[in-house]
């Protein structure tokens, strides 16, 4: 089974609009952490945001955040206010602390910001 | 400046021939990570190394091999055993206590 599924290849946004990135996750660990990377067309892989698994409330960083449902096993990027440099994939990412020290990627998701 | 290098940015070689992919950071962080990203697809790890002199095998570590002789080094060597080598790759690090890891800019080998 998959252990990140991003299910939107691809999403159009308009500029100064939110966005929603999906991303559901499969560990039946206790404890984890999530993570969102953004990788623009230049390659690198740049941290967005995390969220560990006990933490209550969703993680917020400037104009990401997270919106995390943990029964549901979501953790959704949210951006807002858009940018036309905010067109790059996006990948969710987990990271099963008690089973070893692999972090999991999904797929990716496809961004462009429409001026 | 504190961050992850990794050289060169493109690198061709013939097929049949051994490659080594450098990868150097000075953040002072314990555990070091290979992935490998096709085009499309999410990242695959290929091998991993929490301390100085040992490392693990991930997901598809067939005709890799590395080494970590030092914390700050860990060289990604692709052999003539890889069948499809062609792809970009992706070095990591992380603090040892912490989840996050952080990215080099990557690596796009091209086997002719």
């Known amino acids: 089974a998959q252990k990140i599924t991003q299910t939107q290849p691809g999403m159009f946004v308009q500029e100064k609009e939110a966005v929603t990135l999906d991303c559901t996750y499969d560990t039946s660990d206790q404890s984890y952490g999530l993570f969102w990377y953004k990788q623009p067309s230049s390659g690198e892989m740049i941290f967005l945001i995390y969220?560990?698994?006990?933490?209550?409330q969703n993680a917020t960083e400037g104009r990401y955040s997270l919106n995390f449902q943990k029964a549901r096993k979501s953790a959704n990027l949210v951006i807002s206010a858009s940018q036309l440099g905010d067109s790059a994939m996006y990948f969710c990412?987990?990271?099963?602390?008690?089973?070893?020290?692999?972090?999991?990627f999904g797929t990716g998701t496809s961004l462009t910001v429409i001026p | 400046d504190g961050g992850i290098t990794q050289s060169p940015k493109y690198l061709f070689r013939k097929e049949g021939q051994n490659v080594t992919l450098s990868c150097e950071q000075n953040?002072?962080?314990?555990?070091m990570y290979w992935y490998r990203q096709d085009p499309g697809q999410g990242l695959r790890l290929i091998y991993y190394s929490q301390i100085v002199n040992d490392f693990q095998k991930g997901d598809i570590a067939e005709g890799y091999s590395v080494s970590r002789e030092k914390k700050e080094s860990f060289p990604l060597t692709v052999t003539s055993a890889q069948k499809n080598p062609t792809a970009f790759y992706l070095c990591a690090s992380r603090p040892l206590h912490t989840d996050t890891q952080y990215f080099g800019p990557g690596t796009r080998l091209t086997v002719l």
């Open positions: 953040l002072n962080h314990d555990a």
């Open positions: 990412a987990m990271r099963e602390r008690q089973t070893g020290n692999q972090f999991y």
């Open positions: 969220q560990g698994s006990y933490d209550e």
